[in-house]
């Protein structure tokens, strides 16, 4: 897979939940090769300030639209800055880069395991794995297809952070939301639906997560107890994004694996938290 350098334009750039925003932007390279799990490198300044690039999941891709979708949080300078850019200016782009999610050969249950604005890259999982369903490019028998279902299970610090649930639900995915303060769903961390959903788990069972280190330790040792498979998009502060720099390296039971171009995407069971 090719990985493209190029100056995206901004098609919009706006704030869709407190400190979260959705930038759309045009790079028909990527928008057409991009895979589920993989991310964009971008330069956020004009020239060198900030000196190095900001590492963002890519969201949702529109090939007909030459569009790439990326959902970020303001938590920092360099997020701030972009946050100010606006349409008609351009970015520079590096991508896509890094290893996505595998996609199972075999019909199932997908269950997608989101926390925070780890929800970025899931999007683009689920909307994948739908369309694969809908296309009917697995082959299965009538009784198992009724079996095929994507289950989203989605937390927040609170109800304005859930996004984008009625989309979700227009696809035909099954959702579930969880929040702290219990304003929307289940009061309590996401792995609570998690674990709950494991009573009612079915055969060719998969678990796909995005989120904060603590729960993506949690949603491993679950998977784990139930031997069922388990991959996690981890993320990490990067520097080069190419793998040249070994500045987001993570310890495996194979060593350590730098993020950017082993993962970010890697098997819940390898990775070794500390």
Same mark, same amino acid.
């Given at each position: 897979?090719?990985?493209?350098?190029?100056?995206?334009?901004?098609?919009? /750039?706006?704030?869709?939940?407190?400190?979260?925003?959705?930038? /759309?932007? %045009?790079?028909? &390279?990527?928008?057409? $090769?991009?895979?589920?799990?993989?991310?964009?490198?971008?330069? *956020?300044?004009?020239?060198?300030?900030?000196?190095?690039?900001?590492?963002?999941?890519?969201?949702?891709?529109?090939?007909?639209?030459?569009?790439?979708? *990326?959902?970020?949080?303001?938590?920092?300078? %360099?997020? !701030?800055?972009?946050?100010?850019?606006?349409?008609? @200016?351009?970015?520079?782009?590096?991508?896509?880069?890094?290893?996505?999610?595998?996609?199972? !050969?075999?019909?199932?249950?997908? +269950?997608?395991?989101?926390?925070?604005?780890?929800?970025?890259?899931?999007?683009?999982?689920? @909307?994948?794995?739908?369309?694969?369903?809908? /296309?009917? !490019?697995?082959?299965?028998?009538?009784?198992?297809?009724?079996?095929?279902?994507?289950?989203?299970?989605?937390?927040?610090?609170?109800?304005?952070? +859930?996004?984008?649930?009625?989309?979700?639900?227009?696809?035909?995915?099954?959702?579930?939301?969880?929040?702290?303060?219990?304003?929307?769903?289940?009061? %309590?961390?996401?792995?609570?639906?998690? $674990?709950?959903?494991?009573?009612?788990?079915?055969?060719?069972?998969? *678990?796909?997560?995005?989120?904060?280190?603590?729960?993506?330790?949690?949603?491993?040792? *679950?998977?784990? &107890?139930?031997?069922?498979?388990? &991959?996690?998009?981890?993320? &990490?502060?990067?520097?080069?994004?190419?793998?040249?720099?070994?500045?987001?390296?993570?310890? $495996?039971?194979?060593?350590?694996?730098?993020?950017?171009?082993?993962?970010?995407?890697?098997?819940?069971?390898?990775?070794?938290?500390?």
């Amino acid at each position: 897979m090719s990985v493209v350098q190029k100056q995206g334009k901004i098609l919009s /750039n706006l704030e869709v939940a407190p400190s979260i925003f959705l930038l /759309n932007l %045009g790079l028909p &390279q990527v928008a057409e $090769t991009a895979q589920p799990g993989q991310f964009v490198h971008l330069r *956020i300044g004009p020239l060198s300030d900030p000196l190095l690039r900001r590492p963002f999941s890519i969201h949702r891709t529109k090939p007909e639209e030459a569009k790439v979708s *990326i959902l970020y949080q303001v938590v920092g300078r %360099g997020t !701030k800055l972009l946050s100010q850019r606006c349409s008609g @200016e351009k970015l520079d782009c590096l991508g896509p880069l890094g290893r996505g999610f595998a996609i199972p !050969k075999v019909a199932g249950q997908f +269950i997608l395991v989101a926390g925070g604005i780890g929800i970025a890259p899931l999007i683009f999982l689920a @909307e994948t794995l739908l369309r694969k369903m809908g /296309n009917g !490019k697995w082959e299965v028998e009538k009784e198992k297809r009724k079996k095929m279902e994507v289950v989203f299970l989605m937390g927040a610090a609170s109800t304005e952070y +859930i996004l984008p649930e009625s989309e979700l639900l227009s696809w035909g995915a099954a959702v579930e939301v969880a929040t702290d303060d219990g304003s929307k769903g289940h009061r %309590g961390p996401v792995t609570d639906l998690l $674990t709950r959903q494991m009573d009612r788990s079915v055969a060719s069972c998969h *678990i796909f997560a995005c989120g904060p280190e603590g729960m993506l330790k949690e949603v491993a040792q *679950i998977a784990g &107890q139930q031997k069922i498979p388990c &991959q996690i998009c981890l993320e &990490q502060r990067m520097a080069c994004g190419v793998g040249a720099c070994l500045g987001c390296v993570v310890k $495996t039971r194979s060593g350590y694996r730098r993020v950017c171009v082993d993962g970010p995407v890697f098997p819940a069971g390898e990775v070794i938290f500390e």
